[in-house]
């Protein structure tokens, strides 16, 4: 595979072009982390409003009728609701882990089974995450076991 890489001025469009004899899984995989990698959110945190990548966000949370971004090292709170992320996530990587979270698959360094059928998923920051039983199918699906 050939890879370029053409330097333009600044009043052209920046735009990647992918040629290919097929569209595989491979080619769905490279376009879903390049529209991901641009796709922000907005937190809020002490009053203030974040711009986050969701490459940066490990997973959402919802707590007492909030929503809550979790990311490396901050917690951002988000206006929307959990089933409303979930539908706008779908398909960039993100999917239902339980009743009240949202997984980035990209950000699962291992996931192995736990009690009752459910799994557990450990992030690549150490936390963490039960998938309920009835989203491991999903997990399952998305990781192509």
């Known amino acids: ?68 971004i979790y990311c490396q090292d901050n917690v951002y709170e988000v206006k929307q609701k959990l089933y409303e992320l979930e539908e706008l996530f779908k398909e960039k990587n993100c999917f239902r882990a339980s009743k009240s979270t949202i997984l980035n698959i990209a950000k699962i360094s291992s996931i192995y089974p736990s009690i009752s059928g459910r799994f557990e998923a450990v992030l690549d920051n150490g936390e963490r995450a039960v998938v309920s039983r009835q989203y491991v199918p999903v997990l399952k699906k998305m990781l192509g076991l």
Do not use: P, T, W
């Not at 002490?46 to 919802?62: C, G, M, Q, T």
């Open 1 to 68: 595979m050939k890879i370029s890489i053409e330097e333009i001025s600044n009043e052209q469009i920046e735009e990647i072009l992918i040629r290919c004899h097929e569209v595989d899984d491979e080619i769905y995989e490279i376009v879903n982390k390049l529209e991901s990698e641009n796709f922000m959110v907005l937190g809020y945190q002490n009053e203030k409003v974040h711009r986050i990548k969701l490459s940066d966000i490990y997973y959402f949370e919802a707590v007492d009728g909030k929503v809550f």
